[in-house]
């Protein structure tokens, strides 16, 4: 919830300043992007560890050197596991979990610099070949949990009711992050860092408490927790992309 304020009010005061970025260079990108994921939530509770792939597609609309709109279609892999968590409590549960994120989205990105793809083009002097930039959004994206434990997998994870929740694999969430494009001409590269906030806490398959007695351990008792019902599951995607601009050339300023 921190996150997402701190980036509405960051856009809010970049967008004072707004009427006062280049002339418009309205086109089209295209490109790929490939990185990795992770996921923070009763599996894993630090950043950065442990990692697994994430690949897909980017479309991007420039509407000025300032702004634009990127629509997003991704693939991410997380996973998480109590074996990497120190306690009694987490050695008693003795769970692991992997989940395949499927994410379709579109975001706003504002540039920190006046940026355009075409470096050469003589209304462009004043264009950076690189940029930070922030951005936010809403995605939607399906998932299905697949869990471990008592040595045993789970490849539904949702159908063991082991909380008695039958939660939605359909999901919102809420992208933000942060990032740097370069550019040489009608090409470019970009390497950003993106949290999602999500609306369910069943990313991993834990959430409240157990109902159901389905591992043989002390802990596997009705009612006993399981997991921190107040808390949401976040993913984070890491990527590096590069994209062409499909615009045969720059539209005239005037």
Known sequence: ????????????????????TLTPTYHWEF??????AYYIGELNQTHFLP???SGGLVLRYN???????????NFAQ?????DRLQGTFYEARNISFRNNIYEFGGVVEFNFHDFTTYALNVFDKKSSIFTPYVYMGLNYFFHKPKVSFNDEDYQ????????????????????????????NNTVGFA????IRGTLTDYLDDVSSFYTQ???????????????????????????????????????CPN
């Open 1 to 20: 919830m921190r996150n997402s304020i701190f980036y509405f009010v960051l856009f809010f005061v970049l967008g004072k300043n707004y009427a006062q």
């Open 31 to 36: 490109g790929i992007q490939l990185g990795t």
């Open 51 to 53: 990692v697994k792939p």
């Open 63 to 73: 509407i000025d050197s300032r702004l634009s709109f990127r629509t997003i279609a």
């Open 78 to 82: 997380i996973a998480g596991s109590d």
């Open 156 to 183: 539904n994870a949702r159908d063991l009711q082991i909380e008695s929740k039958r939660y939605r694999y359909n999901q919102l969430a809420l992208p933000m992050g942060f990032g740097l494009k370069f550019r």
């Open 191 to 194: 390497l950003d860092w993106g």
């Open 213 to 251: 007695n389905l591992q043989a351990n002390d802990l596997a008792k009705i009612n006993y927790q399981r997991g921190e019902i107040y808390n949401n599951d976040w993913y984070v995607v890491t990527g590096f992309s590069f994209y062409v601009n499909l615009t045969s050339r720059r539209l």
